[in-house]
């Protein structure tokens, strides 16, 4: 037992700082998606179980609450997808009046969601947004693109 609570103190200890590359350049990469897509309104990046990453949103959404919303989508789209072809889920498109959200599976721990206007481009939009979510897994698992 002693063991155990020291691992997972060390662990602990190590994500601490090491948490802090990733975010850096999860922030990053959505600010540079949104350069890309003018009528991209606002992305953030979320855990499975629904804790904010990373955020580049308007003042208008609530980070904390739009990424836990986010995190309840995704699962639904997992089970959906599960029970209806028995694959895995990589991304939901949600037309509203006021525009677009689309949540991207970004690994099997996190979600990248894009708010963009109702004039997007929707090709252009996955064209630029699903290599953003693979870039956004590699940096959170700490593995190398290719």
Same mark, same amino acid.
């Given at each position: 037992? /002693?063991? %155990?609570?020291?691992?997972?103190?060390?662990?602990? /200890?190590?994500?601490?700082?090491? *948490?802090?590359? #990733?975010?850096? /350049? &999860?922030? +990053?990469? !959505?600010?540079? %998606?949104? +350069?890309?897509? #003018?009528? $991209?309104? =606002?992305?953030? &990046?979320? @855990?499975?179980?629904? $804790?904010?990453?990373?955020?580049?949103?308007?003042?208008? &959404?609530?980070?904390?609450?739009?990424?836990?919303?986010?995190?309840?989508?995704? @699962? $639904? +789209?997992?089970?959906?997808?599960?029970?209806?072809?028995?694959? *895995?889920?990589?991304?939901?498109?949600?037309?509203?009046?006021?525009?677009?959200?689309?949540?991207?599976?970004?690994?099997?721990?996190? @979600? !990248?969601?894009? !708010?963009?206007? #109702?004039?997007?481009?929707?090709?252009? $939009?996955?064209?630029?947004?699903? #290599?953003?979510?693979?870039?956004?897994?590699?940096? !959170?698992? =700490?593995?190398?693109?290719?």
């Amino acid at each position: 037992m /002693k063991r %155990l609570i020291e691992r997972l103190t060390k662990v602990a /200890k190590r994500a601490g700082t090491a *948490a802090r590359v #990733p975010e850096t /350049k &999860v922030a +990053a990469e !959505l600010r540079a %998606l949104r +350069a890309r897509v #003018p009528q $991209l309104t =606002g992305s953030l &990046v979320a @855990s499975a179980d629904g $804790l904010l990453i990373a955020q580049d949103l308007p003042e208008a &959404v609530e980070p904390t609450g739009m990424a836990a919303v986010t995190a309840t989508g995704l @699962s $639904l +789209a997992h089970r959906i997808a599960q029970t209806a072809h028995g694959g *895995a889920f990589h991304e939901v498109v949600i037309r509203g009046v006021d525009g677009y959200v689309v949540i991207y599976a970004a690994g099997p721990t996190a @979600s !990248l969601t894009v !708010l963009a206007e #109702p004039t997007v481009n929707v090709g252009r $939009l996955h064209l630029e947004s699903r #290599p953003v979510a693979r870039a956004i897994a590699a940096h !959170l698992t =700490g593995t190398r693109r290719t």
